[in-house]
C-alpha cells in the first residue's frame, strides 16, 4: 500500500509539474493534472491541499536550497576580517557564482517553475527575499569599511535595494531564454565582476 501511495504522489507530482511549465501557475488545471497522473481530484487532495501546495512541494527544496547556498556564502565573507574584505570581494565572485548557477541548472525545470511559471508576485518575492540578504550584506560590509576609518559615501536605501535586485535579475534571464549553462555561467562571472567592479567606484576602495 504505502508503494503505490509513493507512485501515486510522484505520478501527480510529475504531472503537475508539466501542467505548470505548460501553463503558468494561474492557467494550471488540477483536472488536467488528474488526467495526466490517472488519478481522481479526490487523489490529489488526499496528497496536496490545492493548487498552491503542489506547486509548492516540486519547488520548496529547491528555493530552499538556492537560499541556504547563499547564505553561506556570505556569512563566510562576513567573518572575513574587515580589512580582509575589500582584496576578497572580487575572489568572491569567481567562488561562489559559479556554484550558485550551477545550483539553478542541476534544478533547471524547478526553477523555470520559480521564476517564470510562478503565481503573480511570487517570483518578485523570491528575488526580494535574496535581495534582502544582499542588501544587509552591503550594509555589514559598510560598516565593516567604516571600522576601518574609511569614508563610506551616503547612499539612498533605495537605490541599495536596487542594485542588490538587478544582481539576481540575470538569473531569471538565463532560466527564461534556456541560455546553455556553460554560457550562463560565464556570463555571471563577468556580470559578478563588472557589479563589483561598480560597487568598489561607489564606495571608493
Known sequence: MGNQSTKT????????????????YEK??????????????????????GKEALFEALTKEA????????????????A???????????????EYMPGMVNYVYDHFEVFKLI????????????FDKLARMEEQSCFDFMD??????????????????????SFFQQIQEFVDHDVPREEAVSCALMLGKFQHAGWRYILQI
Open 115 to 126: 521564476l517564470c511559471c510562478n503565481a503573480p508576485g511570487a517570483s518578485e518575492a523570491f
Open 63 to 78: 528555493a530552499d536550497g538556492l537560499v541556504c547556498l547563499y547564505q553561506e556564502s556570505h556569512g563566510e565573507f562576513a
Open 144 to 165: 565593516a569599511l567604516k571600522s576601518m576609518g574609511h569614508p563610506v559615501p551616503e547612499m539612498k536605501d533605495s537605490l541599495i535595494h536596487i542594485l542588490c535586485r
Open 9 to 24: 504522489e510522484e505520478a501527480i507530482l510529475r504531472a503537475g509539474k508539466e501542467e505548470f511549465l505548460t501553463y503558468g
Open 80 to 94: 572575513l576580517p574587515p580589512e580582509e574584505q575589500p582584496e576578497a570581494l572580487m575572489t568572491v565572485v569567481d
Open 28 to 49: 494550471a488545471s488540477l483536472r488536467r493534472i488528474t488526467a495526466a497522473a490517472s488519478v481522481t481530484t479526490g487523489a490529489i487532495y488526499g496528497y496536496f491541499s
